[in-house]
Structures are given as C-alpha cells and as structure tokens.
C-alpha cells in the first residue's frame, strides 16, 4: 500500500477505480474552466492562481496577472468540508514552519519561472505545448533528488496536535478572501474595485464565472482530499516505492483534458507561440526542477499543501502563505518569466533557489544528526 493512500482502502476514492475518475474529473473540469473564460492551457494552476492573488491583494504589481482566484479558496474550503464529513479534521501542525514557508517561496519562484504548477504542466501537455515536456522532466528530476535525501532519513519532524483555532486559520483566510471577492468584483475596464486590484488584460483578465469557478473548486477540493491526489506523491510513490497508484490518477487527468481539449478545439500543438509559456528549454528544466525538489521537501504538491491546510495542517497553511510570497518576489524584482522568456533576474533566482533547497535537504538528514 502506498504511503499516501494508507488507511483510506474503505473509501472508494482512494481504490484505483476511484483515484482514475478524480483524476478524471479534474481533467475534463480544467478543460471546460479554459472553456468558460480561464487563460489557456491554465484552466486549474495552482501556482498561476495564487500569483494572481497576491497580485489581486497588492503583494505585487504586475499589471497582467491580478485577480482573486476563486478556484484557490474553494480549493480549500472543499477539502474543509470534506474532511469534517469523513471526520478526518485534525489540527496539527509546528514541524519547521520556517523551513516550509522557505520551501513554499522556493517551489513558486521555480513555478514561475517554468510558468506553471505540476497540473498545469500536464495541462499544457494536454493542450499541446511541448515546452512541457521539459518542466515535467525538471519535475521528475526535483522529485528524484528529493527521494535521495527521503533515503537518508530526511525530515522536517512530526507535527503535534495543535488548537482548532490553529488549524482553522487558512480556511477561515479563505473565507476572508471569498468575502473581499464579493464585496468587490471586477469592475469591466477598471485596474481596481474596492481594496483588490484587477487587471485589465492579459492572463489576470481572463477568467471563468464566478459559480462555475467556485463549483469546480469546491468539487475538485472534495475529491482531492478522499483521494490524497498529489502529482508529487505520484512521483516519489513511483520512484521510491514501485507505487504506481497516484500516478495512475495523474494519467487519468492527462488522457481525459486531452480528448476534452480535442472535443472543444483547444489542442494547439507545437512548441512556439504556445499560450503564457516560453521556449527556454534548459529553465523549463531548471524551474520546475527547483520547484519538484521543493513539494518534495515539503511533503506534497502545492495542491496537495492547499488540501492539507484544508484538512487542518497548519505546516501545509505555512507552505501556501510562503507561495504567496514567493509570487510576490518573483514578481517584485524581476525572477518570474513571461512569454518572451525568463526574467532579467530569473538564472540567479533559479540558483539561489536550488541552493536553499540542497541546503535544507542535507541539513534535515536525520541520519547525518
């Protein structure tokens, strides 16, 4: 049994059948959230998304990605709900946040220098952008470095049961988010409504309806957390146990965005002029190479950190809030890539990540202490 579906036998979703059909399921919504007005080949990216709100909440600037995701914050609120029905809220949490808020600026300065999570990767794939490829290699190679240090005993130690209160803390910040998003939607033409700013074009200004994004979300958030879906896990399960059950789940949602792209005419192939993606192979590789030996330090991908903090992890909660950093120093001084390339800043960013995250992984060898 692999580590990351152990004790969930009883419960279909995380059966094989059941992990195929979540998969499914986040496949074929992406597609149709592209469909319904979200930037191409990003119907479902964590990483872009969260960007996009710290941009939406002034964190950052850029002018072209701002806009409060609701995907995001149902994302959790649908892992909420889940774990109260299954009784499997538990609040925990104090093992190294500082370390997991590090990793969790690392893992988005790499995503945005790729220009994409792990879903989005497989997405672009199933969209048709080679340039894929070479971010999902990077992915597998973090990962694979991660399992190395997984071999000498890496860890960041256990988490202890904390207050409810404590494990409420990122659902009850998405609630919060959820009510500024009411209180101040986009107003057409405008940069700003209310205290959120919005962007007027580019990816920030492309975006689905309000309830169908918020559906889909708490949907997807539901079925993440019964299933323990996480492209990281499917990686290292594979690579480190011969478990091939998440990655079963992971190919479920390539194949099914893939025919569904097909059916509503988004399959674009080819390496240039794809959507918000560039053709730097080498930081493709580089970006998410940082950014898969980072979830991989951290202990999940980054949707995998949202449905954790959902469930009441408050160390994942740590890990979201240092993405949400991270996308606003990529952005502040000049890490994050764009269609044209990598930022002026993007090569030193890309190093100096790497180094954080070697730094971390050889430091919490328990077996070196």
Known sequence: MSPSSGGLQRNFFASLPGIV?????????????????NPANMGVCVACMERDIAGAIGLHRAAVVQYLRPEIIAFVLGSFAAA?????????GGAAPMT??????AAMIGALVFLGCPWRAILRLAGGDGNALLGIAGLVAGVGVGTLFFKQGYSLGRSTRQSIATGLMLPLIMLGLLGLRLLYPPVAGADQSGVLFYSAKGPGAAYAPLLISLGAGLLIGYLAQRSRFCTMGAIRDTLLFRHTHL???????????????????????????QPIAHTQGLWNFAGMLVAGLAFALAGGCPGRQLFMAGEGDSDAGVFVLGMFAGAAVAHNFG???????????????????????????FANRQRMA
Request: glycine residues 16%; aromatic residues 12%.
């Open 335 to 361: 890490l994050a890539s764009g269609p044209a390339g990598i930022g002026p800043h993007g090569i030193a960013a890309v190093a100096v990540s790497l180094a954080v995250c070697l730094y971390i992984g």
């Open 84 to 92: 109260l029905f299954s009784r499997e809220f538990k609040s925990r």
């Open 21 to 37: 059909f979540v998969g499914a399921v986040i496949g074929v919504l992406a597609s149709f959230l592209q469909y319904f007005g």
């Open 100 to 105: 997991r808020f590090i990793l969790g600026m």
């Open 247 to 273: 990655l079963t789940g992971v190919l479920a949602l390539l194949v099914v965005a893939f025919g569904a792209n097909l059916l509503l005419g988004q399959f674009k192939p080819g390496f240039e002029g």
